[in-house]
Nanobody, 118 residues
């Protein structure tokens, strides 16, 4: 059973930074892609960034200048660094795991709240 647990969400002022963490437990029989998603109030969930086991990262175009995804395979942890936070970054941030032979993300964390005050 794969479990994901996010942490690091907080209330911060605009312009600040946060680093979110996602700890992965359980065994996975194949290589995987990790993703960070977010869902703001009243909006659909959106993909923020993904990273392969080899460290290849992809970002939503509008966020790539301020968001950095990374992973420590030894610690089974994925991180999302968010700089120059804006009020519109306020959302619940979720991490998810997709085995490479899956077309969707079957494993999700419970989410961590990020609130940015102006």
């Amino acid at each position: 059973q794969v479990q994901l647990a996010e942490s690091g969400g907080d209330l911060v002022q605009a312009g600040g930074s946060l680093r979110l963490s996602c700890a992965v437990s359980g065994s996975i029989s194949s290589m995987s892609v990790m993703g960070w998603f977010r869902q703001a109030p009243g909006k659909q969930r959106e993909l923020v960034a993904t990273i392969t086991e080899g460290g290849h990262a992809n970002y939503k175009d509008s966020l790539k200048d301020r968001f950095t995804i990374s992973r420590d395979n030894g610690k089974s942890t994925v991180y999302l660094q968010i700089d120059s936070l804006k009020p519109e970054d306020t959302a619940v941030y979720y991490c998810a795991l997709r085995p490479i032979h899956y077309s969707a993300y079957p494993y999700w964390g419970q989410g961590t709240q990020v609130t940015v005050s102006s």
